[in-house]
């Protein structure tokens, strides 16, 4: 079973950075995507990036291109975000999930981690 825990959510200024983490465990992920999605109050949740986790392979939004980063660290089975220039907007609960690459829908999901960007 895939287990996905996220950490580094916080309160911070905007302009400030914060870089999130998901703890992937269960499986390996050779065969897998994996995203980090978010959800704003009142609003659906949203991709904000995803990667193949064999390849490396990116993919972002376009609210977000050139502010933030997704990486993994095959040793550690840890995927990451980094996000700079952070704005009010980006006001949000932020999960991990998983998908195997031949799935049309993320199965996978972490608990969440709350980020709030004050202006």
């Known amino acids: 079973q895939v287990h996905l825990v996220e950490s580094g959510g916080g309160l911070v200024q905007a302009g400030d950075s914060l870089r999130l983490a998901c703890a992937a465990s269960g499986r390996t992920f050779s065969n897998y995507f994996m995203g980090w999605f978010r959800q704003a109050p009142g609003k659906e949740r949203e991709l904000v990036a995803s990667?193949?986790?064999?390849?490396?392979?990116?993919y972002y939004a376009d609210f977000v291109k050139g502010r933030f980063t997704i990486s993994r660290d095959n040793a550690k089975n840890t995927l990451y975000l980094q996000m700079n220039s952070l704005k009010p907007e980006d006001t949000a609960v932020y999960y991990c999930?998983?998908?195997?690459?031949?799935?049309?829908?993320?199965?996978?999901w972490g608990q969440g981690t709350q980020v709030t960007v004050s202006s």
């Open positions: 990667l193949t986790w064999s390849a490396g392979t990116t």
């Open positions: 999930a998983a998908r195997q690459t031949y799935q049309n829908k993320y199965s996978y």
